[in-house]
């Protein structure tokens, strides 16, 4: 079968688990052809997206100007490519699709479609970094262009409103779709979708990465090490980690925080936080690391903290399991599908940072706990993160949705 992933970055020889990699991974392993069309962003070298064209893991990237209209560079992309199967559409906020979902149609090509978190749509919710706070509004997405022209006519906002149309319009185009977690199945099922075929297939990681060899640390960190990875922003919670240091460094005052994030600029506001609770001495601020130093660091650390306010779906928790380290994670969607609490991590109310060192400490002074759960975690990623089991019941749906389309046309 022929596969075309259309993705953001997705395909990076810089991250080693991003989906749209991981994905054609599988697929490439199990025998099919995969091409990726994703973002070509050279003024950010750190994301590895400024070749146009080149191969990883046998998917071949085409890398085109992340556009609306005109698109040139995905339409010559579209067309320089062999008729794929089926087209995998990947992300709530790609501007590809909207070109590229009625190309594919035009030829009878299906689309099948992975949101990758509803509430990463700033169209749907009020407040991406705390959605849970606020109701979602699908009365808000915009699927036609008379509507998008009425409302510019109402508020004078044709720009937003026609990126609004642009961004839901192929969604009411799509064959089947994909949803990482139930959370978004249910949230599909809302915006009106639950008529369409749906089947819930969750992420995975490159795990012959995740098992082979690492670097030793470049750093050398007294322990314990407890390494923050991901954005610094509300919704990421490292807010709550800087709050929970001080409990945790009063019982272990040589514990390091590690810092892990492609955001530099939000070093200095990280290290006044930190001196204003006493414990900067604890804090250490790595930035931006190869996937490789990413690993090491966490074989070496006694806890991985992953709060979140929001999550389209906590790669990073199956990173922490794979790699041996106990997580701590928010008992919200998503999440809760990952992490069964005592089991395989602990799981701390929203917006707790107290609760977040409780759990931290207890697993830095509980040894069984500490078993049990990272025992658990192995056996989550082997059981229910399989990447060849999972990327079989995504060919399921392709095979789905192929013989549905094919069937249409033939009896038309």
């Known amino acids: 079968m022929r596969v075309l992933i259309l993705g953001l970055g997705g395909v990076s020889r ?15 392993r199990a025998g099919h052809e995969v091409h990726a069309i994703t973002y070509w962003q050279p003024e950010s070298p750190h994301l590895g997206l400024a070749a146009r064209e080149e191969t990883i893991d046998g998917i071949r990237v085409h890398r085109v100007r992340p556009q ?30 909207w070109q590229a979902v009625r190309w594919l149609k035009r030829r009878g090509v299906p689309v099948v479609w992975t949101w990758l978190g509803p509430f990463h749509d700033r169209w749907l919710i009020a407040d991406r970094e705390r959605p849970y706070e606020h109701q979602p509004h699908p009365e808000w997405l915009i699927y036609r262009p008379g509507e998008a022209l009425r409302r510019s006519l109402r508020d004078g906002r044709l ?3 026609f990126r609004n149309y642009a961004i839901h319009q192929p969604l009411r185009h799509v064959d089947a779709f994909i949803p990482c977690s139930r959370h978004e199945a249910e949230v599909l099922a809302t915006l009106g979708f ?43 919670c490292y807010d709550m980690v800087i709050e929970a240091m001080p409990a945790v460094v009063a019982r ?35 930035g931006t690391i190869s996937e490789e130093e990413k690993l090491a660091l966490l074989r070496a650390s006694d806890v991985l903290p992953f709060p979140s306010r929001y999550e389209g779906f906590g790669l990073p928790l199956l990173e922490g399991m794979a790699a041996g380290t106990p997580v701590v994670s928010t008992d919200i969607p998503v999440v809760d599908e990952i992490v069964r ?7 701390v109310p929203y917006d707790d940072a107290g609760a977040l060192a409780r759990a931290m400490l207890a697993l830095l002074e509980d040894p069984a706990l500490r078993a049990r759960v990272v025992a658990g975690g192995t056996k989550t990623i082997a059981e ?29």
């Open 14 to 28: 810089n991250f080693r688990n991003w989906p749209e990699r991981t994905l054609g991974q599988a697929l490439v």
């Open 68 to 97: 609306f209209w005109p698109a040139r560079d995905l339409l010559a992309a579209l067309r320089g490519l062999p008729r794929p199967d089926v087209a995998h559409i990947m992300h709530p906020r790609n501007v590809l699709a």
């Open 159 to 161: 720009r937003e409103n």
């Open 194 to 236: 639950g008529e369409r075929p749906s089947s819930v297939v969750p992420l995975w990681l490159d795990m012959e990465f995740m098992r082979g060899p690492a670097p030793a640390l470049a750093l050398p960190l007294t322990r314990p090490i407890i390494p923050y990875i991901g954005q610094l922003t509300v919704r990421k």
């Open 252 to 286: 272990f005052p040589q514990a390091s925080f590690v810092f892990v994030t492609h955001n530099p600029e939000g070093r200095a506001n990280l290290q006044r936080m930190a001196a204003e609770r006493g414990v900067a001495a604890n804090l250490h601020f790595l």
């Open 341 to 347: 609490d005592g089991e395989n991590g602990l799981l």
């Open 384 to 412: 229910r993160f399989d990447p060849d089991q999972l990327a079989a019941q995504v060919v399921t749906v392709y095979n789905s949705v192929r013989a549905a389309v094919s069937g249409k046309y033939h009896t038309s």
